[in-house]
């Protein structure tokens, strides 16, 4: 069973972090979503935070595990929203369950197939050896070369914790994201078709959502809605919080 953070009461709202995040990733955010009238789920995903690990990783899974945990808190309906890899979980479970799903938020991420490009990112992971112990100073050191971006260090740092006295490890499951990397950029069949109220959210400085795509998300998601958030990129509910939190509120309250 996937592990969560449930603060607030009111109506469900379940939100999926992206690739290499966890539910943490949240907490400033949901705290806003409890206060303006949700009992918010922020979820960590299979091979993520505190969740379990598997060898198993691919959107079909993901989009049933987070089935099985409406299941388990006895959830009928939410409203659902997720970041990146969250955002195409968000997507499978909307299509494979839209009895649990009312509106539908896909934060920077398309319906289509998406190249991996994950590969400094992964190499700086791979390159920390922790059977020497390394500080957290160390860890970040050793990042640094192959991770320019700064607010992208200190995102992964996120996931390091003191599996015991002196010995530092990811919270995430590295060997399957190795081993199964493709899986990542996995599109929802051309066939899918979503008819439930949808808003995408852009940032406008991010090019995983282009214009030239809104056409082909159309006409998967017939009502979908879409709005930039100024002044941000991919990382735009962390980069801009005030603007994705106005326009997310907006979407949920009509």
Same mark, same amino acid.
């Given at each position: 069973?996937? !592990?969560?953070?449930i603060?607030?009461?009111?109506?469900?709202?379940?939100?999926?972090?992206?690739?290499?995040?966890?539910?943490?990733?949240?907490?400033?955010? /949901?705290?806003?979503?409890? =206060?303006?009238?949700? $009992?918010?789920?922020?979820?960590?995903?299979r091979?993520?935070?505190?969740?379990?690990? /598997?060898?198993?990783?691919?959107?079909? #899974?993901?989009?049933?595990?987070?089935?099985?945990?409406?299941? /388990?808190?006895?959830?009928?309906?939410?409203?659902?929203?997720?970041?990146?890899?969250?955002?195409?979980?968000?997507?499978?479970?909307?299509?494979?369950?839209? =009895?649990?799903?009312? &509106?539908?938020?896909? #934060?920077?991420?398309?319906?289509?197939?998406?190249?991996?490009?994950?590969?400094d990112?992964? #190499?700086?992971?791979?390159?920390?050896?922790?059977?020497?112990?390394?500080?957290?100073?160390?860890?970040?050191?050793?990042?640094?070369?192959?991770? $320019?971006?700064?607010?992208?260090?200190?995102?992964?740092?996120? /996931?390091?914790?003191?599996?015991?006295?002196?010995?530092?490890?990811? &919270?995430?499951?590295?060997?399957?994201?190795?081993?199964?990397?493709e899986?990542?950029?996995?599109?929802?069949?051309?066939?899918?078709?979503?008819?439930?109220?949808?808003l995408?959210?852009?940032?406008?400085?991010?090019?995983?959502?282009?214009?030239?795509?809104? !056409?082909?998300?159309? &006409?998967?998601?017939?009502q979908?809605?879409?709005?930039?958030?100024?002044?941000?990129?991919?990382?735009?509910?962390?980069?801009?919080? !005030?603007?994705?939190?106005?326009?997310?509120?907006?979407?949920?309250?009509?």
């Open positions: 069973m996937l !592990e969560s953070r603060e607030g009461s009111g109506k469900p709202f379940i939100i999926m972090h992206g690739f290499l995040g966890m539910s943490d990733n949240w907490k400033t955010l /949901s705290g806003s979503y409890a =206060e303006a009238g949700f $009992e918010v789920h922020a979820v960590d995903m091979n993520h935070g505190r969740s379990f690990h /598997s060898d198993t990783f691919d959107y079909n #899974a993901m989009a049933l595990d987070i089935y099985n945990y409406c299941l /388990s808190k006895n959830i009928e309906k939410a409203d659902i929203m997720g970041h990146s890899m969250g955002g195409k979980v968000a997507m499978f479970f909307a299509a494979e369950y839209p =009895e649990k799903t009312d &509106r539908l938020i896909i #934060a920077d991420i398309g319906p289509k197939y998406y190249r991996p490009h994950h590969q990112i992964l #190499a700086g992971l791979n390159a920390v050896d922790f059977s020497k112990k390394p500080s957290r100073s160390d860890v970040e050191d050793i990042l640094k070369q192959h991770v $320019e971006d700064f607010g992208t260090r200190q995102f992964l740092m996120k /996931s390091l914790y003191w599996k015991e006295q002196g010995q530092l490890g990811f &919270r995430f499951n590295l060997d399957i994201f190795n081993e199964k990397i899986n990542i950029g996995q599109a929802l069949p051309e066939d899918v078709v979503y008819n439930g109220k949808v995408f959210l852009r940032g406008d400085k991010s090019a995983y959502i282009r214009d030239k795509d809104i !056409e082909d998300i159309k &006409r998967q998601f017939p979908a809605e879409f709005k930039n958030i100024k002044n941000s990129g991919h990382w735009l509910h962390a980069e801009n919080p !005030e603007d994705f939190l106005a326009e997310t509120l907006k979407f949920l309250k009509k």
